[in-house]
């Protein structure tokens, strides 16, 4: 007989398993089926992010944000270093143990919420019912009253350049490489292109990154995007834009990286390719014979606002559904849709979700970008406060780039804040609980922000929106 749930969750990933978490908070009984394995085998809950993604590359970009500001910005304090040198083994093996300790977690909170780990492969069959194929191959089945979908996504392969993971690279290859790469070829300056084309950069790799659009980093607030294209230059990343990739040929060790761009065929030689092109949802083997959930055209997992997959009680969240692929919109739908079973209110609010880019200076925004702002038509006014004027970032010796606001004219209400500089992805955190309380450029410029602090840039760009900034006169 099929073990019997009130939910099963499939994917123990940042959107599953806090769901797993919050339905068994609110006193259902509850499985997480989770068939992550790492490259030695074992199995892991926690999915990309926590395994292969997120934490992993925070953990280098950390550690190599260090030697970067050991070797060039020690002196500046007057402190003085010699020799300094890289263990890239210890590094390596830091990131790894960092990710031990949080995907264990994962198991340590899920056994004190009551949730049943289960660890295998799961498949939605017909009237809820989930056959697990476990690690050793055996099979067994589930049932449950509600199933939440959570599989995630995987990283997009080129045609062109199929994957070998030795030559040519995914994300989670290029967080375990054991050696630097001397030449380094990163494909697409998207958010994944540009953290870990700055982590091996810092380590001394050359890197080239191609990029198929003419714009850098459209996804961006574009005046964020020219500073943030200004540093990357200086750090030494070669990013090329209208760079459309043809094709790579492996020989003797190295890879030769074929591209077109304005000025015609190009070629360059590197020895490792990391291809970050995006990612796609996975759902690979997850459905079987009507089920009545469908996939669109674009490979998500069809889901309405309220991430209900039209078949009665199955429910999807995540990067397997629609909208931006980041963990913190995956954990909110989550546990929205834990909520949702247990008949409590809940609630994502998808046009407040803040993004984070963890480059150095850090990019992080929320709402619209100026571009979306303009073409949407309403009357706006923008203030910008750079870190240049800021006491604290001074201090920091991090004195880079500016907080943005935008805010509509008539209504004051704020609209978008784009922040790069240092910090940046925990201050935007003050511009998101504004935007989700329908805050004003007023209510900002009246909050009393500690002296001296980061978040006093925010404060006087809210200041600046109605040129009122004490600490920079913009006239
Ligand atoms: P992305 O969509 O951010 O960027 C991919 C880039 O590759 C785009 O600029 C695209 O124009 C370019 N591209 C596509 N095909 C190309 C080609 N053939 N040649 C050259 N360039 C090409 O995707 P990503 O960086 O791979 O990240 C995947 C997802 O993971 C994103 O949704 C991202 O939000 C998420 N993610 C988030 C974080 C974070 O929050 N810090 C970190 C990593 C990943």
């Given at each position: 007989m099929a073990d019997s749930y009130d939910v099963a969750v499939i994917g123990a990933g940042p959107a599953g398993y806090p769901a797993a978490i919050r339905a068994a908070q609110n006193g259902l009984r509850v499985v997480c089926v989770d068939a992550w394995k790492?490259?030695?085998?074992?199995?892991?809950?926690?999915?990309?992010?926590?395994?292969?993604?997120?934490?992993?590359?925070?953990?280098?970009?950390?550690?190599?944000?260090?030697?970067?500001?050991?070797?060039?910005?020690?002196?500046?304090?007057?402190?003085?270093?010699?020799?300094?040198?890289?263990?890239?083994?210890?590094?390596?093996?830091?990131?790894?143990?960092?990710?031990?300790?949080?995907?264990?977690?994962?198991?340590?909170?899920?056994?004190?919420?009551?949730?049943?780990?289960?660890y295998g492969s799961a498949r939605l069959l017909a009237g809820r019912r989930v056959e697990v194929s476990a690690h050793d191959g055996s099979k067994s089945e589930i049932s449950a009253r509600h199933v939440v979908l959570a599989s995630g996504s995987v990283p997009a392969e080129l045609p062109s350049m199929r994957f070998d993971h030795e030559y040519i690279c995914d994300s989670w290859d290029a967080l375990e490489f054991d050696a630097v790469p001397p030449r380094l070829c990163v494909i697409g300056a998207g958010i994944i292109g540009l953290e870990l084309g700055s982590v091996w950069r810092r380590l001394g790799s050359q890197v080239v990154i191609l990029e198929a659009l003419e714009n850098f980093l459209t996804v961006a607030d574009q005046q964020l995007a020219l500073e943030a294209a200004r540093h990357?230059?200086?750090?030494?990343?070669d990013i090329r834009l209208g760079a459309r990739v043809a094709?790579?040929?492996?020989?003797?060790?190295?890879?030769?990286?074929?591209?077109?761009?304005?000025?015609?065929?190009?070629?360059?030689?590197?020895?490792?390719?990391?291809?970050?092109?995006?990612?796609?949802?996975?759902?690979?083997?997850?459905?079987?014979?009507?089920?009545?959930?469908?996939?669109?055209?674009r490979g998500f997992i069809s889901v309405d606002e309220e991430c209900r997959t039209g078949a009665q009680n199955v429910w999807a969240v995540g990067d397997c559904v629609r909208g931006p692929m980041l963990a913190h919109k995956g954990k909110e739908e989550g546990v929205a849709v834990a909520d949702r079973i247990a008949g409590r209110y809940a609630h994502v609010n998808y046009a407040v979700i803040p993004a984070v880019i963890y480059t150095a200076p850090e990019i992080a925004w929320v709402g619209q970008t100026e571009e979306q702002v303009k073409a949407g038509g309403a009357a706006y006014k923008s203030g910008v406060f750079p870190f240049a004027a800021s006491g604290r970032a001074r201090a920091m010796e991090?004195?880079?780039?500016?907080?943005?606001?935008?805010?509509?004219?008539?209504?004051?209400?704020?609209?978008?804040?784009?922040?790069?500089?240092?910090?940046?992805?925990?201050?935007?955190?003050?511009?998101?609980?504004?935007?989700?309380?329908?805050?004003?450029?007023?209510?900002?410029?009246?909050?009393i922000h500690a002296h001296p602090t980061l978040a006093e840039a925010v404060h006087e760009a809210a200041l600046a929106t109605d040129k009122r900034s004490i600490d920079n006169i913009n006239k």
């Open positions: 790492n490259r030695d085998g074992t199995p892991a809950l926690g999915g990309t992010c926590l395994n292969a993604g997120c934490i992993p590359s925070k953990a280098l970009l950390e550690s190599t944000e260090l030697v970067h500001r050991a070797q060039s910005e020690f002196a500046v304090h007057g402190i003085r270093t010699q020799g300094i040198t890289v263990d890239l083994a210890a590094m390596q093996k830091r990131r790894a143990g960092i990710v031990r300790t949080m995907t264990s977690g994962i198991g340590a909170l899920f056994k004190a919420a009551g949730v049943t780990a289960v990357f230059k200086r750090q030494g990343l094709g790579a040929r492996v020989a003797n060790g190295a890879v030769s990286v074929e591209y077109a761009d304005a000025r015609g065929s190009q070629s360059i030689a590197v020895d490792k390719v990391i291809v970050a092109v995006g990612r796609k949802p996975y759902a690979a083997g997850l459905l079987g014979p009507d089920t009545g959930v469908k996939i669109d055209e991090a004195a880079v780039g500016f907080v943005k606001i935008l805010a509509a004219r008539d209504t004051d209400t704020i609209l978008g804040v784009h922040i790069i500089g240092p910090l940046a992805g925990e201050l935007i955190a003050e511009a998101t609980l504004a935007m989700e309380f329908q805050a004003s450029a007023e209510d900002l410029q009246r909050t």
